[in-house]
C-alpha cells in the first residue's frame, strides 16, 4: 500500500475552502467557542471529541431497530447493515481520537480545564445526544448534513493546529497507545493523521447525505 505524504494532505486541506455552514451548524460552533475560546488547545479538541461519536452512535442504534422490523425486506437490510457498519467504523476512529488526545494531554503536562469536569460533560453529551437523536427524527438527511459540516470544521481545525506548530514535527511519538492509533514517527503526522480521518467522516457524511458533489480530496 502506498504511503500517505500526511503533510502534504494537510496542505490540499488548508488550500480547500471550508463547505458551506448552516446557521445550526455556525451557532454550534460559536458554542463552543464561548465555552472552550477560540483557540485550538488539546482540552478544547478533546471536548470536541467527546461529542464527536455521539451521531454515529445514534445513527446505529436506529439503523439495529431498522434491521429488527424490516427484516423481511432486502433492500433495507443492505441499507441499514450499510449504516451499521459505517457508524459503528466511525464511532471508534472518533474515540481513539480521544484516546490519542488524551495520551497526548498526559504526555506533554497539559492541565485540564474548566469545562472537561465531571458536570460540564454531562450536560453537554446529554444535550448532543438528545439533539442527535432529535435531528435525526426530523431528518436523518438534515443530521447527515450538519455531521459533514461538523467533519468540515474539525478537519480544518486539526489542519490549522499542525500549521500553527511546526514544532510538532520534531516530536518523536514513543507512546504505545498512540503507536496503535497510526504508526508514524512524528506527533505532526498524529495530527495530520486525525485530519485526514475527519475528511473520511466529512466526506462519506456528504455521500450518505446523497450529496456527492460534495466530495472534496477523495
Ligand atoms: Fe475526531
Ligand atoms: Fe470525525
Not at 3 to 11: G, M, P, T
Request: aromatic share 14%.
Amino acid at each position: 500500500m502506498e504511503a500517505i505524504d500526511l503533510k502534504s494532505e494537510v496542505e490540499r486541506t488548508l488550500a480547500t475552502p471550508r463547505c458551506k455552514y448552516s446557521v445550526l451548524s455556525k451557532l454550534f460552533f460559536l458554542s463552543m467557542d464561548l465555552v472552550a475560546g477560540r483557540k485550538t488547545t488539546v482540552p478544547k479538541v478533546i471536548f470536541l471529541e467527546m461529542l464527536a461519536s455521539i451521531p454515529y452512535r445514534k445513527w446505529e442504534t436506529r439503523h439495529y431497530v431498522r434491521l429488527s422490523f424490516a427484516y423481511r425486506h432486502k433492500s433495507v437490510v443492505e441499507l441499514a447493515s450499510h449504516m451499521v457498519e459505517w457508524s459503528r467504523e466511525a464511532q471508534d476512529n472518533e474515540y481513539w481520537h480521544l484516546l490519542v488526545l488524551n495520551e497526548r494531554r498526559k504526555e506533554f503536562g497539559i492541565p485540564s480545564t474548566w469545562y472537561l469536569n465531571a458536570f460540564v460533560t454531562h450536560v453537554a453529551l446529554y444535550g448532543y445526544m438528545a439533539f442527535a437523536w432529535f435531528l435525526s427524527r426530523v431528518s436523518m438527511r438534515q443530521a447527515l448534513l450538519f455531521n459533514a459540516q461538523f467533519e468540515d470544521h474539525a478537519e480544518h481545525t486539526y489542519a490549522e493546529f499542525v500549521r500553527d506548530h511546526e514544532l510538532l514535527f520534531q516530536q518523536p511519538v514513543t507512546n504505545e497507545i498512540v503507536r496503535r492509533y497510526a504508526d508514524v514517527a512524528t506527533w505532526g503526522e498524529v495530527f495530520a493523521r486525525i485530519a485526514l480521518d475527519e475528511r473520511e467522516h466529512r466526506n462519506n457524511s456528504f455521500i450518505e447525505a446523497g450529496k456527492p458533489e460534495l466530495v472534496v480530496n477523495k
